[in-house]
């Protein structure tokens, strides 16, 4: 498996993906996807949602270095620095009788965080709903978006990865984000993390069609970062304040309080520990 050491990795990062290492990372896997390698776009998301449905039956890829209008949930910007961040978005059709959204943001981060461990990577959590972590910090996230047709439904999964962090960058607010660069002695080569992070997503997503998030419930609570902790729901009506238990079969996570047991189901909501 290629490396970069963390000195080269912002020089090595400027350059353009290559598509033929890419494919060549793939593997077998190569020839179920449509690879899409972009210096600049408006927004991986936005693209693949608006762009027509392929009739050859592979999966659309779009990687871009830079998003002149990235976002994640809830419309927020998506900070990223060109050649620090990997940023792209698959678009995958599930059938008219799958399980499907239910979960598929919390299976796409497991497909990531199983992707990252193959790497080297430790101590990798996963944030409901749609939150990459490591030891506690934020190092990615995930934007799903749905579309349906009369043959089902496809959904456009992007994902940020904050590789490393060049010079002088921060985020606002948020001292909690960190890179991969800082829990790695070397991180892998681009090709190498998105072509696992790819294979990982299309195997845990052919068993999601036909089982649900049902099958995959365990392995995200393993991976469950604020397991048994206090927290605070916010972005629906009244704050919500709890013990966090977990995600159910269905992907609703599941808050202990007061009253009773919550069942908070993905949506315009906030999850931060409480204070």
């Not at 990235?70 to 927020?76: I, L």
């Not at 919390?106 to 990798?124: D, F, H, K, P, W």
Request: glycine share 10%; hydrophobic share 45%.
């Amino acid at each position: 498996m290629p490396f970069w050491p963390g000195g080269a990795l912002f020089r090595a990062l400027h350059l353009m993906i290559d598509q033929d290492k890419l494919r060549l990372a793939l593997g077998a896997d190569a020839a179920s996807f449509a690879l899409d390698v972009r210096e600049t776009c408006s927004s991986t998301n936005a693209e693949l949602m608006a762009a027509p449905p392929r009739e050859d039956g592979r999966v659309p890829v779009l990687v871009c270095h830079h998003q002149t209008a990235g976002r994640g949930r809830r419309a927020r910007q998506w900070l990223a620095w060109p050649g620090a961040t990997l940023t792209f978005s698959a678009r995958w059709t599930f059938p008219a009788q799958s399980a499907a959204p239910a979960g598929l943001s919390l299976v796409a981060g497991l497909a990531v965080a199983n992707a990252l461990e193959s790497c080297g990577a430790q101590g990798v959590e996963l944030k409901w709903p749609n939150d990459l972590q490591i030891h506690g910090r934020k190092l990615g996230g995930i934007l799903v978006e749905l579309s349906r047709h009369r043959g089902g439904m496809d959904a456009v999964v992007g994902i940020g990865l904050n590789l490393f962090f060049p010079d002088g960058a921060s985020v606002p607010d948020r001292p909690d984000v960190v890179a991969l660069a800082d829990s790695m002695e070397s991180v892998p080569a681009v090709e190498t993390l998105l072509a696992k992070i790819l294979v990982a997503q299309r195997h845990l997503f052919a068993t999601y069609t036909h089982a649900g998030f049902e099958a995959f419930c365990d392995a995200w609570n393993q991976r469950h970062a604020y397991a048994d902790l206090p927290v605070t729901i916010s972005g629906e009506g009244e704050a919500i304040h709890g013990v966090c238990r977990g995600a159910d079969t269905d992907g609703a996570l599941c808050l202990e309080t007061d009253a009773g047991t919550r069942r908070i189901l993905a949506g315009d909501v906030s999850l931060r520990l409480a204070r």
